[in-house]
């Protein structure tokens, strides 16, 4: 029997559900999760806080977009506002609003996790079916070099002319129109986002699906999950509407992503050995605008289709971090740079021929890198403290050096950074000023579009939340299934490894029913 | 942003003074009041006048201007959807800001910020935004970031940064001028080998 998708509006009473599995969240986690269980025969409901939109409602200005499919409508933050935080909220979740990129857990990550997190059933042989049928499923593929944008072709012309790595992404899309707002929502389906992909074939098999409705507490008795009890929002405002949703199902997948998952546990009271919301990580992301004669347009074109892990290995005692492109539309831009008035309006005059370049560090896998905190407030809203510790101080400051050469080499005229007093860099002997700049909270933007940790999986049930099998070390009938169960960041994209680790949950779940 | 009244008070004696010297120079120095061209969500007149008067000297003077944009109303719309705390906190930054003391302290001279002039209104918002007090670089991000979106955000303003704007695929009932789509080869599965 064909399930349903029901709107927030269109809750106009209480409603109790019994099903076999509660996902709670609809990205890349809870998405592929969802096909999966229906594929098996359950019966599940799905509870998703932001709503359900399609192409039509994705009109591409940015004044729609952010509000709509963004957590706190584009301003989440952590506690101190040193970093913005970009996380989606909709149905589809982070896939709705990603720029596709798409990789495999690299290697070295999954042997970190082997040796450093006990989780040696993780390996490359055995995530290949999943990663293999996600792909499949997703249409993952590389991206063509000859359709790359001018924006990334700034990176690999400037990365080649320094003789660094760099190559072409895999995108997951099928028919994209190659317009540049992927962050805003595909306009024409091309994006195989999870809101075209996995839910429509989870509802096709029986799923109900439930947006506008944000999960705030799990009723349990410490061992088993009763229920599940959310309020039905209001959308497009932070206000409940006086409807509740109460799921009682015999299994619950929290997929509701970093931050939002460990609120979720805390406020539920589950968290037995403290270490719900501990080691988040986020790849903290630092930009450098390059101004070139020529135009850039870096609003159209695939976002991302080139990138560079030169510098993923610094060494046993140095931070890692990749480079990739950013599309950059007026209010993202406007909003990154911390300038205003006349220095805005000169940098935002030249936005045309402005290209964005990202280096993303890769936090979590040094010793004592234990990345951020998830907490809750008074309020019940998620707080977020994120400590830059002098090895990303360092990195970032390196990563500054990386992007300025990348862009100089590029054929840029000038080159500026986000700092709280903007530096212009326009030659190689222009570098040592950058280098003795302040980098740090507040000194700079930051960035992430990377949520990860805070639910982390582990075979130590004294440090970790999940084991290996993404079952919570206390609560039998808990699983937690997407990128919050990550030990450490991935020095990639993300949604690819939640993907392969979604679809070889779909096993364990099921299992558990 | 997560400043409120108790957190600038507990930033210590120089907070605190800061906060005291302010709210003495609310009462010796009467800000200028607008009327709003519309009903307000969450801001009075009294802090809707001076959130135009941030987004006058925020936002490029050669645009199209923050009032023809109605920049302060549609931040109070988006403040209105926010979470109420987070609203409440805004108000306050906007509170403080057109404290005259408060402007003396950045220079801005002994006025408040809806009553002085655009160099001294720029030379108080430069002073939050290079502050060595963490809430008033906070406070500035906030407004900052609530007023640029703003004003960037609107497709009238699309002119000012040279963006054609968005390609249009028909929705919202306009007609649709579809983009070529790309053929998409066929999913490969390939490994992602990084190096190093």
Redesign the interface.
């Known amino acids: 029997m064909k399930g349903r998708i029901t709107q927030g509006k269109d809750i106009t009473a209480d409603v109790v559900e019994t099903c076999d599995v509660c996902i709670i969240g609809s990205g890349a986690g809870g998405g592929v999760l969802a096909a999966g269980l229906v594929a098996r025969g359950l019966d599940v409901v799905m509870l998703e806080a932001g709503g359900y939109h399609t192409r039509r409602d994705f009109n591409l200005h940015e004044e729609t977009a952010f509000p709509m499919l963004y957590q706190a409508r584009g301003t989440r933050a952590t506690d101190d506002l040193a970093i913005s935080i970009l996380q989606g909220r909709s149905v589809g979740g982070g896939t709705t609003i990603n720029w596709t990129t798409c990789f495999r857990t690299p290697d070295r990550i999954l042997r970190h996790w082997a040796e450093h997190h006990g989780l040696e059933a993780l390996t490359a042989a055995t995530l290949d079916p999943h990663w293999e049928a996600m792909e499949a499923r997703l249409n993952i593929h590389a991206w063509p070099e000859p359709l790359a944008n001018a924006n990334n072709r700034k990176l690999l012309d400037g990365c080649r002319k320094l003789g660094w790595e760099a190559a072409p992404l895999r995108r997951n899309v099928k028919g994209c129109a190659n317009s540049g707002y992927c962050g805003m929502g595909c306009p024409v389906d091309g994006k195989q986002s999870q809101h075209v992909t996995s839910i429509p074939d989870a509802v096709d098999g029986g799923m109900r699906l439930y947006a506008d409705v944000e999960v705030r507490r799990l009723e349990h008795d410490g061992k088993r999950i009763a229920a599940v009890h959310g309020v039905v929002m209001e959308r497009g405002r932070d206000r409940d509407t006086a409807h509740a949703v109460t799921v009682k199902p015999k299994v619950v997948a929290l997929c509701g992503g970093a931050i939002n998952n460990p609120v979720l546990l805390l406020r539920s009271e589950l968290n037995p050995n403290g270490r719900v919301g501990l080691r988040t990580f986020l790849h903290p992301v630092v930009a450098l605008a390059g101004i070139y004669e020529d135009e850039v347009a870096p609003y159209y074109g695939a976002p991302q289709s080139i990138g560079s892990h030169h510098f993923i290995d610094r060494g046993p005692d140095k931070m890692g971090y990749f480079l990739e492109a950013a599309p950059m539309h007026p209010m993202l831009t406007a909003s990154a740079a911390g300038v205003f008035g006349a220095e805005l309006d000169e940098l935002m005059r030249k936005l045309p021929n402005i290209s964005g370049l990202l280096a993303l560090h890769v936090d979590g896998l040094l010793p004592g890198d234990e990345g951020g905190t998830v907490t809750v407030r008074p309020d019940g809203r998620p707080g977020i403290a994120y400590p830059v510790r002098p090895a990303l101080v360092e990195a970032m400051r390196e990563s500054h050096m990386s992007l300025a050469r990348v862009h100089l080499a590029a054929g840029a005229k000038k080159v500026g950074t986000l700092h709280k007093r903007p530096l212009q860099i326009r030659s190689e002997a222009d570098l040592a000023t950058l280098e003795k700049a302040p980098y740090g909270a507040m000194e700079h933007a930051i960035f992430t579009a990377h949520q990860m940790g805070g639910c982390a999986m582990g075979s130590d049930v004294e440090n970790s939340v999940v084991d290996v099998n993404h079952r919570h070390h206390t609560v039998g009938n808990l699983f937690v299934v997407d990128g919050s169960v990550l030990p450490t960041a991935l020095g990639v994209n993300p949604s690819h490894t939640i993907y392969g680790l979604a679809h070889r949950a779909r096993d364990l779940v099921a299992g558990a029913v | ?2 400043t409120t009244r108790r957190r600038v008070l507990q930033l210590g004696l120089g907070g605190g003074m800061l906060l005291a010297a302010g709210t003495l120079g609310l009462a010796l120095q009467p800000g200028l009041t607008r009327e709003p061209p519309a009903e307000l969500a969450v801001l009075d007149a009294k802090t809707w006048t001076v959130l135009a008067a941030v987004a006058e ?7 199209p201007s923050t009032d023809a944009l109605d920049v302060a109303t549609r931040v109070d719309t ?1 403040l ?7 609203a409440a906190e805004v108000v306050l930054g906007l509170t403080l800001l057109e404290n005259g003391l408060v402007g003396l302290f950045f220079g801005g001279g002994f006025r408040p910020f809806t009553q002085s002039t655009p160099v001294q209104r ?1 030379k108080v ?1 430069e002073g939050w ?2 502050s060595s007090v ?1 809430d008033l ?2 406070a500035y ?2 407004i ?2 609530l007023v ?2 703003a ?5 009238a ?2 002119v ?4 054609p704007g ?2 249009n ?1 028909g ?2 009932g306009a007609p649709a001028i579809q ?18």
């Open positions: 942003m997560a000297t925020l936002c490029p003077a050669s645009g988006q209105g959807r926010m979470h109420p705390a987070d720029a918002l935004r290079a963490p670089v906070k991000k906030a900052r970031g640029v979106t004003f960037y955000s609107h497709p303003a699309y000012a940064s040279g963006y968005p390609p695929f929705q919202g983009a070529k789509q790309v053929p998409s080869p066929t999913p490969d599965a390939e490994t992602d080998e990084v190096p190093g």
